[in-house]
């Protein structure tokens, strides 16, 4: 059964460093998302992506996130310049189609910022 | 605005009994789609249910099911005949259509199962 894969699957790094989190979607899935929970928290919605752009974004995503698709097949979620508070765990999701669509989602990456 | 309410943060009961875990959402839309997702220790979530606002059919899979009820604004969940590799952390949440044509999922706050043998 095809499934959303995500690496790396743990990250260490220090405050002001920059992240590249991967993600490669079902294949045949169109729109992409990232969420992330911070420890014992509630996943939250980062970010949508559908046809090479965004197509909504929740406030947590400023100017230090980015998304890319820089190929066929991985959807890239960037953090510039890390801080403590972005410690958490990032999870990939992808879906078919539009609107309410079964979102399915990747193993996630768990970040620490030290 | 959407929100997703799981009152019960931890639920702990013995092998075997049954337990509900309840949901509450708030939304303006007339179309949406509600989700259950289990989180398990080693930190996936995953998909459990998807259910739209249309139909209240109450659905059964095996062990598991869900009681739909739009007039309580109400999507509870009930383990029959628990076991330990029920415990998890489960997850209700909500889709909203949003302004775009990607929807995003608005999720509860999880209530934290223990199955004790």
């Known amino acids: 059964e095809p499934e959303v894969t995500q690496t790396p699957s743990h990250q260490v790094t220090q405050m002001g460093q920059e992240v590249i989190l991967r993600c490669v979607p079902i294949?045949?899935?169109?729109?992409f998302y990232w969420y992330r929970q911070i420890l014992g928290q509630k996943v939250e919605f980062l970010v949508s992506?559908?046809?090479?752009?965004?197509?909504?974004k929740s406030e947590i995503f400023d100017d230090q996130f980015s998304v890319e698709r820089p190929d066929g097949s991985n959807f890239t979620l960037k953090i510039r310049s890390t801080k403590l508070e972005d410690s958490a765990m990032y999870f990939c999701?992808?879906?078919?189609?539009?609107?309410?669509?079964?979102?399915?989602f990747g193993p996630g990456t768990r970040l620490l910022v030290l | 605005a959407q929100k997703v309410t799981q009152a019960q943060t931890e639920i702990s009961v013995v092998e075997k009994e049954d337990v509900t875990l309840d949901c509450v959402y708030e939304?303006?839309?007339?179309?949406?789609?509600l989700f259950w997702y289990k989180q398990p220790p080693s930190g996936e979530l995953v998909f459990l249910i998807r259910?739209?606002?249309?139909?209240?059919q109450n659905e059964i899979s095996g062990r598991y099911s869900w009681n739909f009820q739009k007039s309580t604004s109400s999507f509870n969940f009930t383990i029959t005949a628990s076991q330990v590799v029920d415990s998890a952390v489960y997850f209700c949440?909500?889709?909203?259509?949003?302004?775009?044509?990607?929807?995003?999922?608005?999720f509860g706050s999880g209530t934290r199962l223990s199955i004790r043998p």
């Open positions: 949440a909500l889709s909203e259509k949003g302004y775009s044509s990607a929807s995003k999922i608005i």
């Open positions: 294949s045949n899935h169109l729109y």
């Open positions: 992506f559908y046809n090479n752009e965004i197509s909504e």
């Open positions: 259910r739209n606002s249309f139909d209240e």
């Open positions: 939304t303006r839309d007339t179309t949406y789609y």
């Open positions: 999701a992808s879906s078919k189609g539009s609107s309410v669509e079964t979102q399915y």
